[in-house]
C-alpha cells in the first residue's frame, strides 16, 4: 500500500514555539503546570506529564508543581494573568502570536466603540480568552448562522468581526453576508491562521487525486482543527480518524492501494512517523 503525505500537515508555528518554550524550561531543571491541554493532544499532554509539566485546570492547582504555570498557544484572558500572579506563579507564556494580535485588535475596537462579534466556539478556549473579560453587553460569539439572523443588530451600528484562529473560512461567508445587509458599519478582520488554511488547502489537494482510496487524519479527540480536517476528507474520501498509531486497524485499509495521510496542527511529527511507518508495514 503506498502512503502520500499530505504537503502540509501536523504542527503549526504557533504550536511549535508552545512545545519548544516548554522543553527549554524542563532543559533549565524546571518543572510546573500546563493550565488546559498545551496543545489538543493526548500524545503531547502525556509527554508533557512525564517531562515534569502535568495538566491543571485550576490555578491554585500549579502551586503544588513547583509554583509555575504554563499558558498554552490558545491564550487566556487578562484577568488570568493577573490572578496567576496574585496567587506568586511563575508563568510561562506559550500564546500564539497570531491570538496576541486578535486580543489586541478587540481592545483596539473598543476603544473605537465597536461592537464585538466573534464567529467561533462559545466554550473554546481561545474563545473563552478572548471574551472572559469584556463587558457582556459589547460582545456576542456566533457559531450557527441562526445566531446570526435572530441577533438584534439594529443595537449595534458599528461592529468588528473577529474569527477564532482556527475556523474555516468557507463556512461562514453566510455569516458575514447576513451582517453586512444588518450593520451600517461592519469592520472585518480577517483573523483566519493561514497554518490552518495550509493544512486544509493540502488536504484538498490529495482528495482530488483520484488513485488515493482513504484519508488517514491524524489528531487529537479535542482538537478543533483536526475535526474541521475530517469533515473536509469526509467530503469525498473514506475517512479514518486516529489519535495515534495504535487506533489503526488492518480491516479497514482491506484491499485499498493507496492512502493519504494528514495531521492536525497539535499533532506531534513523532505520532505522524508512527502512523506512516505502521500503514507502510500494512503494505
Ligand atoms: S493554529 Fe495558527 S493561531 Fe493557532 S497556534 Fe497554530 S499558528 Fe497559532
Same mark, same amino acid.
Given at each position: 500500500m503506498?502512503?502520500?503525505?499530505a504537503? #502540509?500537515?501536523?504542527f ?5 514555539v508552545? *512545545?519548544k ?7 533549565k ?7 488546559g491541554?498545551?496543545v ?5 499532554e ?6 515534569? &509539566?502535568p495538566?491543571?485546570?485550576r490555578l491554585?492547582e500549579?502551586?503544588e ?8 498557544a ?5 484577568s $488570568? ?9 511563575a508563568?510561562?507564556?506559550?500564546t500564539c502570536?497570531f491570538?496576541t ?12 466603540d ?21 463587558d ?7 457559531y450557527?448562522?441562526?445566531e ?11 461592529? #468588528? $468581526?473577529? &474569527?477564532q484562529?482556527?475556523?474555516n ?9 447576513e451582517?453586512r ?8 478582520a ?10 486544509? @488547502? ?7 487525486d ?15 482543527n483536526t ?7 469526509e467530503e ?5 480518524f486516529v489519535?495515534?498509531?495504535? @487506533?489503526?486497524?488492518?480491516? *479497514?485499509?482491506?484491499?485499498?492501494? #493507496? ?8 499533532t506531534p *511529527?513523532? @505520532?505522524?512517523?508512527?502512523v506512516?511507518?505502521?500503514?507502510r508495514a500494512?503494505g
Amino acid at each position: 500500500m503506498d502512503v502520500v503525505l499530505a504537503e #502540509k500537515y501536523g504542527f503549526c508555528a504557533g504550536v511549535r514555539v508552545a *512545545d519548544k518554550l516548554v522543553r527549554i524550561a524542563v532543559g533549565k531543571g524546571q518543572s510546573g503546570a500546563i493550565l488546559g491541554q498545551v496543545v489538543h493532544n493526548e500524545s503531547v499532554e502525556k509527554e508533557m506529564a512525564g517531562l515534569g &509539566f502535568p495538566t491543571v485546570h485550576r490555578l491554585e492547582e500549579a502551586r503544588e508543581h513547583a509554583g509555575r504555570i504554563v499558558f498554552s498557544a490558545h491564550g487566556v484572558a487578562p484577568s $488570568v494573568r493577573a490572578e496567576a500572579e496574585a496567587l506568586g506563579l511563575a508563568a510561562i507564556d506559550t500564546t500564539c502570536k497570531f491570538v496576541t494580535d486578535i486580543h489586541r485588535e478587540i481592545a483596539r475596537s473598543l476603544d473605537d466603540d465597536c461592537f464585538i462579534a466573534v464567529l467561533g466556539q462559545k466554550g473554546h478556549r481561545e474563545v473563552i480568552g478572548y471574551t472572559k473579560d469584556l463587558d457582556p453587553s459589547r460582545y456576542e460569539v456566533f457559531y450557527d448562522l441562526d445566531e446570526v439572523v435572530a441577533f438584534p443588530w439594529e443595537a449595534h451600528p458599528r461592529v #468588528k $468581526v473577529v &474569527f477564532q484562529t482556527t475556523l474555516n473560512a468557507d463556512r461562514f461567508a453566510d455569516h458575514v453576508a447576513e451582517m453586512r445587509r444588518r450593520v451600517a458599519d461592519l469592520r472585518i478582520a480577517d483573523t483566519i491562521c493561514y497554518a490552518t488554511k495550509e493544512n486544509q @488547502d493540502a488536504l484538498r489537494a490529495l482528495c482530488a487525486d483520484p488513485s488515493i482510496d482513504a484519508i488517514v487524519v491524524i489528531g487529537g479527540r479535542h482538537s478543533k482543527n483536526t475535526k474541521e480536517l475530517v469533515r473536509i476528507a469526509e467530503e469525498s474520501k473514506r475517512t479514518i480518524f486516529v489519535g495515534t498509531a495504535a @487506533d489503526l486497524r488492518e480491516e *479497514d485499509f482491506s484491499g485499498m492501494r #493507496k492512502v493519504g495521510v494528514t495531521a492536525g496542527a497539535s499533532t506531534p *511529527d513523532y @505520532d505522524v512517523e508512527a502512523v506512516v511507518s505502521r500503514l507502510r508495514a500494512m503494505g
